[in-house]
């Protein structure tokens, strides 16, 4: 589980997140929806560790946190295949959880229909929707308890991003870990995301079960964000 409260940060004089409280429980995917600047990357980074809050308290009983980011070209090496990169990131893991990783890996692998022969191949060799399907797969391997998603199907074509939700829903349904899942598409987060966190200026203006998206009380911003939605 993950707790923030009254948490603040700020880039420089500029305040992002302001008197943020929210709790992350176990095996439930949140979706964190909002425009460009409203503060969702900052929130992921915080909850990631990777920023410390100008103020306020971060609790995390989840100790093994990953991201996924949205270039999958600059996470990896253009020089090397990908499998070479997947063996990479074992190398921080002892043999056990190595072991246990590289099964999980040829098991997605063939859960998801990707040829072996893909790691054969360099980046700059598959698909943009291929290398963001290995990306994602190269952090799934490792059984986060936490997964952090961020903007991950932002340059992919509907037929990618469902590939991707695919990828998602398995995942979850397999190991029931938790995810934060950012995005500025209300459409995407919908067909699987159990809360809705909205953040508008920095600070949460909704947060509801998946299943009220529609329903009457919700925030005028959020009912905004519906509206572009059902155009």
Same mark, same amino acid.
């Given at each position: 589980m993950i707790q923030l409260k009254h948490v603040y940060s700020n880039y420089g004089k500029r305040e992002i997140l302001h008197d943020i409280n929210l709790t992350i429980e176990k095996g439930r995917i949140v979706g964190v929806v @909002? #425009?460009? @600047?409203?503060?969702?990357? =900052?929130? @992921? /980074?915080l909850i990631l560790g990777a920023q410390k809050p100008r103020k306020g308290r971060i609790q995390r009983s989840s100790q093994h946190i990953l991201p996924i980011f949205q270039h999958a070209s600059q996470s990896f090496n253009p020089g090397m295949t990908i499998g070479a990169s997947m063996s990479e990131?074992?190398?921080y893991y002892d043999k056990t959880q190595s072991a246990e990783a590289q099964q999980r890996l040829e098991q997605l692998m063939m859960?998801?229909?990707? &040829? /072996? #022969?893909?790691?054969?191949?360099? &980046? @700059? /060799?598959?698909s943009g929707g291929q290398l963001q399907r290995l990306n994602i797969i190269r952090t799934l391997m490792f059984q986060p308890e936490l997964l952090i998603c961020d903007e991950i199907t932002a340059n992919l074509d509907v037929i990618a991003e469902q590939h %991707?939700?695919?990828?998602? =829903?398995?995942? !979850?349904? #397999? =190991? !029931? /870990?938790?995810?934060?899942?950012i995005s500025h598409d209300l459409a995407f987060l919908q067909q699987f995301v159990d809360t809705f966190v909205v953040?508008?200026?920095?600070?949460? %203006?909704?947060?509801f079960e998946s299943s009220d998206l529609f329903d009457e009380q919700r925030a005028a911003y959020t009912k905004e964000l519906v509206a572009v939605y059902e155009e």
């Open positions: @909002g #425009e460009s @600047g409203s503060g969702k990357t =900052t929130l @992921g /980074q990131a074992l190398k859960s998801l229909k990707l &040829p /072996q #022969e893909l790691l054969e191949q360099r &980046p @700059g /060799q598959v %991707v939700i695919d990828i998602l =829903t398995a995942y !979850h349904r #397999e =190991t !029931h /870990q938790s995810m934060l899942v953040l508008k200026d920095g600070r949460i %203006v909704d947060y």
